[in-house]
């Protein structure tokens, strides 16, 4: 494993509000890097903190990649605070002043690369003030991506896009991950860090209060949901039974979590040889929505 970032005890104050409170976190390469968390929570400060835009009052971070000034060598894009486009220039004009001010050499198919990424490169002499919100994201996502920068650092990129608009930046975002790019993606909407990041972090008050791989975190907690007519006789043999590690009687169903090493199969041959006919079987996930909502609530 690479690291690319490594953040230790990160702390910024404003005044009496600890924006950012002791937080550390390790991004590997080619990790979709989520930072998670309701608004105020210090998902801007961190990225801006890491950026350089912001200083922090202790703590420190280390990009790894490249050591000699990592910010200032293009190999990160971010998305953080949102470009300036001229609204009477066209798309290829806007890109051509991107490219001058970050030094990209290959303008002209830099500029082709990225419009076509992005799905614009039929757009590129409309003016910007004609494109609709969705484009003028995707365009962003293009200016972001000229030069390649092997890192990309986006601050809610999907933030008051409509559905389409939504789907097309992840499928971007996706497929530059794919590329094995390292990203580090800040979101409040968790369908958003779920669908896309690999890793997930989640603050609350600026501080870090649960950091999780994701599949890891989805597959946390299996319930198994059974009902049958005898059902408190079932749920007192399943509080003994070694293959329940918890179990919950609502109304007439019963939750169950099993120990480790036990499968659903377990429980339905548990049940049979119990003599219990069950009239209810069910496996359900907890969404990583129900973990995020009892973490912050
Ligand atoms: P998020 O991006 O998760 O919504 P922010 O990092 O923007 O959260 O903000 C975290 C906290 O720090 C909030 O309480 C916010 O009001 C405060 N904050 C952020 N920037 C400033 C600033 N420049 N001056 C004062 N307070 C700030
Ligand atoms: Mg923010």
Known sequence: MEIILKVENLIKIYGNIHAVNDLSFTVQKGDIFGILGPNGSGKTTTLSIILGIVKQNSGNFKWFKNESNVLNNKKIGSLIEQPNFYPYLSLIDNLKIVAEIKGISNIK???DRVLKLVNLFERQKSKFNTLSLGMKQRLALAALLLGDPEILILDEPTNGLDPKGIAEVRAIILSEAKKGKTIILASHILDEVEKVCTHVAILQKGELI???KIDEMLNTKEVIVISCDEI???????????ICKKADKKENEIHVILENGFVPKDLNKYAFEKGFILTKFEVKKDSLEDQFLQIID
């Open 109 to 111: 198919e830099e500029i």
């Open 232 to 242: 408190n006789a079932l749920f007192d043999s399943l509080s003994e039974s070694e």
């Open 210 to 212: 649960k950091q999780a």
